[in-house]
């Protein structure tokens, strides 16, 4: 991914999607949460092997917040695992990836995620999967024009 970037270099990657929050952080379904960071909670080995959190940049994480004022900023796991890790009360499954290819290629990225689900339910015909696609689509256009009036 990082060199799929690199051509083209954009100003700024925003990554979109949705995402399960943890039970006792009571998040609704399309609360949309700002990801000031992106955590890898499934890597098994410390810092010193391999890094395991991208931070967004403060510019990208402001403009997020003027685009979604009512929006939580938190860290965002990303994990394979239905049911979650215990490292991050917001988890999905690939923004670790994306924002570290994206560091890699020297371009900045943040993170937006809607939420569809508590982590601990594993029964996917109980998550908002409609309402969060919802909540992620509508906001988009907002976080991006802003984030493209910073970075341009």
Same mark, same amino acid.
Request: proline letters at 7%; charged letters at 20%; a negative charge.
């Given at each position: ?46 810092? #010193?092997? %391999?890094?395991?959190?991208?931070? /967004?940049?403060?510019l990208? *994480?402001? !403009?997020a917040?003027?685009? $979604?004022? =009512? ?36 371009v900045?990225?943040?993170?937006v ?9 594993? #029964?996917? %015909?109980?998550?908002?999967?409609? /309402?969060?696609?919802?909540? *992620?689509? !509508?906001?988009?256009?907002? $976080?991006? =024009? ?7």
């Open positions: 991914a990082a060199a799929a970037l690199a051509p083209g270099r954009p100003a700024a990657v925003v990554h979109v999607g949705i995402a399960g929050a943890r039970r006792a952080r009571a998040l609704a379904p399309a609360t949309l949460v700002i990801g000031q960071a992106a955590r890898y909670c499934d890597l098994g080995v410390t810092a #010193d092997w %391999a890094p395991h959190v991208v931070e /967004a940049p403060p990208l *994480i402001d !403009a917040r003027r685009a $979604l004022p =009512d929006a939580p900023t938190l860290v965002i796991g990303t994990t394979a695992r239905i049911g979650g890790s215990t490292d991050c009360d917001v988890e999905a499954m690939e923004g670790f990836g994306v924002l570290r290819a994206a560091a890699l290629a020297g900045p990225a943040i993170e995620r809607a939420i569809s689900n508590e982590i601990e339910e594993g #029964d996917r %015909a109980r998550w908002h999967f409609a /309402a969060a696609f919802a909540a *992620i689509t !509508a906001a988009t256009p907002r $976080l991006v =024009d802003e984030v493209a009036q910073c970075v341009n």
